[in-house]
C-alpha cells in the first residue's frame, strides 16, 4: 500500500499544482481576488459615505443654528442706537443734577 498510497499523494499534488497553474493562465485566481477585494472595499467605502452623509448632515443642522442665532446688522444698529439713547438721556440728566446743584448751592 506504501507505493499506493505515495503514488496517489503524487497524483492529488499534480492536480492542485495543474488546477494552481490553470487559474494563473487562465486569470480565474486573479479574478476571484478582484472580485473579494471589491465587495469587501465596496462595503467599507459604502459605510464611509453613510457616514460622511450623516456628518454633513449634522454639520449643516449645525452651521444653520448657528447662523440663526447671529444678529444681522439691523438688529445690531437697533441694538446700538437704544443704548446711545440711554446713554445720551443718563448723561443729559447728570449735566441737568450738576447744573441744578450749581444754581441751589
Do not use: R
Request: hydrophobic share 40%; charged share 30%.
Amino acid at each position: 500500500m506504501g507505493f499506493m498510497d505515495s503514488a496517489k499523494n503524487k497524483i492529488n499534488e499534480g492536480k492542485v499544482y495543474l488546477k494552481t497553474k490553470k487559474e494563473q493562465f487562465t486569470g480565474e485566481a486573479v479574478e476571484h481576488k478582484v472580485d473579494e477585494y471589491a465587495e469587501v472595499y465596496g462595503e467599507i467605502l459604502l459605510g464611509m459615505h453613510k457616514e460622511l452623509s450623516e456628518l454633513k448632515f449634522k454639520l449643516n443642522k449645525i452651521e444653520k443654528a448657528q447662523i440663526n442665532e447671529i444678529p444681522t446688522q439691523k438688529e445690531l444698529d437697533i441694538s446700538a442706537l437704544k443704548e446711545t439713547k440711554t446713554l445720551s438721556i443718563i448723561a443729559i440728566i447728570i449735566s441737568l443734577g450738576v447744573a441744578l446743584w450749581t444754581i441751589i448751592f
